[in-house]
């Protein structure tokens, strides 16, 4: 089975909640016979190992971005991606990539 990693941006938020979105779209691409891997960064200090475990087979990462915190450390995170693999397909969902698409598609990480 192939890979592919949801990964949750840290948001400084405070205490985190369940990543629901995450989890069922999770159901629903293994239902499709891929491998889903929720990384979240807010509970998990070994993302960078993780990512770097599972990256190659991966068929794409996909970020979910809300205005905030989640923007900048999502394309930290997509800096160190495309350090250990340049060519991994980089997905970006969520209200800021909806409601600003030429400002995220003009990021040289995304």
Not at 1 to 28: E, R
Not at 61 to 90: C, H, W
Request: proline share 7%.
């Amino acid at each position: 089975m192939k890979n592919i990693i949801l990964f949750y941006p840290d948001n400084d938020a405070g205490d985190p909640w369940v990543p629901w979105s995450y989890m069922v779209l999770g159901v629903v691409l293994k239902r499709a016979g891929f491998n889903p891997i929720i990384i979240d960064q807010r509970v998990q200090e070994n993302w960078k190992e993780l990512l770097n475990k599972h990256i190659g087979n991966t068929l794409w990462i996909g970020f979910s971005m809300m205005i905030g915190t989640t923007i900048n450390n999502s394309l930290k995170v997509a800096e160190y991606i495309r350090k250990q693999n340049k060519d991994i397909p980089l997905v970006y969902g969520g209200p800021w990539p909806t409601i600003s698409q030429k400002l995220t598609l003009s990021h040289p990480n995304v």
